[in-house]
């Protein structure tokens, strides 16, 4: 009789468990409980000392948000890229519903926001915090529900979330610039159309976009845009080869596949969760109710529960009453409302954008609190309205 050995079977295990692209959410959510209890235990001062700890130029807190997400803009630019040129957004029919459902779950979370803080306008900037969705945390919960859900609303969910990213970008790019250097910004610029000539003349070496992206990396940096959108600006000028018709594209297709499946571990299984411990380390000392109901906080909380519901579903039902699009295959429409939940959970780039947003401390840690519990609702009450979803559709099949 064969026997199998438990370290294969361990192995096998974890390759599974990296192979499946729920996992970076799982981690994720792994690493911010973590963060909360490391900033609530005896050894917070610890931690939150070692984030300022400088490394050269930066503290060690900057290089992760600095340096390393770049790397997460990086593929999310060549993941926005990829969809455009061959996947799930290839044609305008396909970009209609998911991108109509992303602009409307932009829009109403960021509009609640205002209303909540109009008479401060410090906390004004915070207004685009609310409108980001987390794709990682997001497909997370969706795959706990397993084959209750129809894989049309994974694609849905997908799509909509890499066009949010996108806004997300855009947004960063256009409302959170700081001190504009115009001398390194024109460096950055050169730089930048430098890439885009390597691809139009048709170079495929990798390193050598690399190597330039880090030039741009250091002049943005300095120059007061935000660096990590180099990685996104580095993204779009990497080549691609349409594959359009192919079942799947393998890594080896081009530059950009070789480039987007080279990142996609590392990104989702250290970079986001390291990204999450540094960031989501909130002290609960002295918190009291009336933190938890200030303007800040319950415009994060009240925007991405209630405004990413109301832009989303309010979106897909008013495009698919209208008769511009239909349904995802096979969903109902208790399946699409927690869907929209879902898109509430706003954690990474939330955090991201908070950050930016706001230099001071206090306003930083209610970011924080709002961007916790809203994303907790939001996942839980997705959750539970896709499993009511599921069942109603397998009754009425039965």
């Known amino acids: 009789m064969l026997s199998v050995r438990p370290e294969g079977r361990i192995s096998s ?7 499946n692209e729920a996992s970076g959410g799982f981690v994720l959510m792994a690493a911010a409980v ?3 209890i490391t900033a609530n235990s005896p050894v917070s001062a610890i931690y939150f000392a070692a984030l300022h ?3 050269g130029p930066l503290s060690l807190q900057h290089w992760i ?8 803009f990086l593929l999310v630019g060549l993941e926005i890229k990829r969809e455009l040129l061959d996947g799930q957004l290839s044609s305008w029919s396909r970009r209609l519903l998911p991108g109509t459902a992303a602009a409307g779950g932009m829009l109403v979370p960021a509009l609640i926001y205002v209303v909540f803080n109009a008479g401060n306008a410090d906390a004004l900037r915070g207004w685009a915090i609310p409108s980001a969705t987390d794709i990682a945390f997001s497909l997370g919960v969706l795959s706990l529900l397993g084959p209750c859900v129809p894989a049309s609303l994974k694609i849905f969910l997908t799509a909509l979330a890499i066009i949010d990213d996108l806004g997300a970008v855009i947004v960063i790019a256009l409302f959170y610039a700081t001190d504009l250097n115009l001398v390194a910004l024109g460096g950055a610029v050169i730089v930048a159309a430098n890439l885009v000539a390597f691809n139009r003349i048709g170079v495929t070496r990798l390193w050598l976009y690399l190597m330039i992206g880090s030039a741009l990396w250091i002049l943005l940096l300095q120059s007061g ?4 959108i180099a990685g996104v600006i580095l993204a779009l000028t ?6 359009r018709g192919a079942p799947e594209a393998s890594p080896s297709v081009s530059p950009l596949h070789k480039l987007e499946h080279m990142l996609q571990k590392p990104v989702a299984f250290l970079v986001v969760p390291l990204f999450g411990f540094a960031n989501a380390g909130v002290s609960l000392a002295g918190v009291t109710l009336s933190v938890l109901v200030e303007p800040l906080t319950l415009g994060v909380v009240v925007g991405l529960v209630a405004g990413k519901l109301i832009g989303v579903f309010g979106t897909v039902a008013l495009m698919v009453r209208s008769g511009l699009a239909d349904l995802p295959t096979g969903a109902n429409w208790a399946q699409t409302l927690g869907l929209s939940f879902l898109c509430g959970i706003g954690f990474t780039m939330s955090l991201f954008i908070g950050l930016l947003a706001f230099d001071d401390p206090a306003m930083q840690e209610r970011v924080k609190f709002g961007i916790i519990a809203g994303s907790l609702v939001s996942g839980t009450a997705g959750y539970a309205v896709l499993k009511l979803g599921a069942r109603t559709s397998k009754a009425a099949r039965a």
């Open 225 to 228: 845009v935000h660096a990590t």
């Open 238 to 243: 990497i080549p691609v080869r349409r594959t």
């Open 13 to 19: 295990t974890l390759r599974q468990f990296l192979n």
């Open 34 to 36: 973590l963060a909360i």
């Open 65 to 72: 948000n600095d340096a390393l997400m770049a790397l997460f």
């Open 53 to 55: 700890i400088h490394l």
